[in-house]
């Protein structure tokens, strides 16, 4: 079974969540003493506008850095040809355990967009981004088969990407199973009760011979993923810039300066260790996510793609902070556009 979806913004949270564990492994974001702000958002056309915001504190002798929510920033989302938007905290229990505070307004970005990010702190001043979300991605098709890769099951993908003729597109592909929860209810009466509550469970077991009470069974999405690992001898892709094409990626990055009358078929295939659970807790659907990413987006992705580690792991020597385009502040304000595909592979 297969459908689209655009859950994208969570999957982006993996980076920020990195950021946070990077607080215990001395890393240094930049050269300076000074704490900043922190915004790590992918803007993707089509989605609701969600912005993650946080600041860098300083602790002990300044060498380690932990990461914390912000609730007292001011952020403005400018749109070219004139929208321009006060966004608010969003407070609500589904974002109760996110290393940010999550900034929104309903509004949709849209494709082919200029925005505009300001963030303002009556400590840490005003941090400044722009993005451009591309075209919308152009995918012909995608094919998949099952198949062996060193003796190991993986899901064989073939996509079929067609580039527009009078831009530059980047292309990030990736692949994370969603863990869904599944919730059990039944009417009784009239009236309809959840399994997963006392009052529920004590009841269904004192009335499921009823002929009339029929178990029913939903899916709920949460936020929680698990990254499937991507392989590709392709020889175009830029992962093999600086990895083997034997080694599992987390991404797979390609340019169009590779396509052949606009067009290129990339062949991939998708590690299905965690395709099928019996664990409740790990029982999902797999996301395959094709996307056309802005430059800085792709840039930055890339930079964690390369190191094979978590935010924070590169010795400080080497890398202060992957480039990213947020003035006066850290991270990312990247547009994309993305085809995403889901597949079922547990019992649910």
């Known amino acids: 079974m297969m459908q689209a979806v655009t859950i994208k913004y969570y999957i982006f949270l993996f980076l920020l969540l990195a950021m946070t564990s990077s607080c215990k492994k001395n890393f240094l974001p930049d050269q300076d003493d000074d704490d900043k702000l922190v915004v790590l958002a992918e803007v993707t056309a089509g989605d609701i506008v969600r912005i993650p915001v946080g600041r860098t504190i300083r602790a002990g002798s300044g060498n380690l850095i932990n990461f914390e929510k912000v609730n007292d920033a001011t952020v403005v989302l400018s749109e070219e040809n004139g929208g321009k938007w006060l966004l608010r905290a969003d407070k609500s229990a589904q974002f109760a355990n996110n290393p940010a505070s999550i900034f929104t307004i309903k509004h949709f970005y849209k494709p082919n967009t200029i925005y505009t990010l300001e963030i303002s702190h009556p400590v840490l001043g005003t941090a400044r981004a722009t993005t451009r979300v591309p075209q919308p991605v152009q995918v012909e098709q995608i094919d998949t088969s099952s198949g062996l890769r ?22 990030v592909i990736e692949a994370v199973k969603q863990v869904l929860k599944i919730r059990r209810t039944f009417y009784y009466h009239g009236t309809k009760y959840d399994c997963d509550t006392d009052e529920g469970k004590k009841l ?8 009339s009470v029929k ?4 899916t709920l999405p949460q936020q929680k993923f698990l990254r499937l690992n991507l392989y590709s001898k392709d020889p175009n892709i830029e992962n ?5 094409s034997d080694n599992a990626f987390r991404r797979i990055f390609l340019t169009d300066q590779y396509f052949v009358n606009n067009k290129y078929e990339l062949k991939f295939s998708i590690d299905k260790e965690y395709f099928v659970s019996d664990e409740n807790d790990q029982k999902g659907r797999v996301l395959l996510q094709v996307k056309s990413a802005s430059r800085d ?12 580690t978590d935010f924070g792991s590169i010795p400080a020597n080497q890398l202060a902070s992957p480039a990213g385009n947020v003035q006066y502040g850290l991270g990312v304000f990247g547009g994309s556009t993305q085809v995403e595909k889901i597949y079922y592979f547990d019992e649910l």
Request: charged fraction near 35%; proline fraction near 6%; avoid cysteine.
């Open 150 to 171: 060193q003796g190991k099951p993986v899901l064989e993908v073939k996509v079929s990407l067609k580039d527009l003729p009078d831009q530059i597109e980047n292309y």
């Open 204 to 211: 269904y077991e004192q009335v499921k011979n009823d002929p």
């Open 215 to 218: 178990l029913l069974k939903d």
């Open 240 to 244: 093999l810039r600086f990895d083997g």
């Open 297 to 308: 987006l792709y840039r930055y992705l890339i930079t964690y793609e390369k190191y094979k």
